[in-house]
């Protein structure tokens, strides 16, 4: 395997997230120029139905930005050339299932031709495979699954 591997694997999980944080921001900026140009009718509800589905909107995009910029800041705190010995935060795992970055970054990534999927340490399968270490085989799902390696 490529030393680089878990170098390329962060920047693309870091291009999706700067992607996300962009796109919220844009979206952000739209209903916030939509609201402003929303005036009061007559009808009193429907005003501030509108108001609401705007606040609403606000938020959500809110969250998906403050989850995008935190996922980056965890990105910026890694060093992909540190090895682990077991698997833990920022290990970067190699299992008969496929590889796992266990991170707090639910995404999915394909890089070299390998799908690498993101898995909080909290998940089912970031508990399962927590302290877990080359040729263990954890169970996930009432079903081993072998540690093949861990970088």
């Known amino acids: 395997m490529d030393p680089d591997f878990k170098r390329r694997i962060l920047e693309s999980f870091k291009t999706i997230l700067e992607e996300r944080c962009a796109t919220a921001e844009h979206e952000l900026a739209e209903l916030d120029e939509a609201a402003a140009n929303e ?11 509108a108001r609401e589905m705007f606040s609403q909107a606000r938020d959500l ?15 910026a705190r890694q060093d992909p050339s540190v090895a ?7 290990a970067l795992v190699e299992t008969s299932q496929g590889w796992f970055l ?31 270490r080359p040729d263990d085989r ?9 540690i093949r390696r861990i970088l």
């Open 61 to 75: 995009q809110r969250r998906i930005r403050d989850e995008a910029e935190a996922g980056l800041a965890w990105i």
């Open 102 to 132: 266990l991170a707090p970054l639910p995404l999915s990534v394909q890089v070299d031709g390998s799908s690498i999927q993101g898995v909080s340490t909290q998940s089912p399968l970031g508990l399962a495979l927590k302290g877990a």
């Open 39 to 49: 005036t009061k009718s007559s009808a009193g509800d429907k005003y501030e139905t």
């Open 138 to 146: 954890p169970l996930f799902r009432e079903r081993p699954m072998e």
């Open 84 to 90: 682990h010995a077991v698997c833990g935060p920022g």
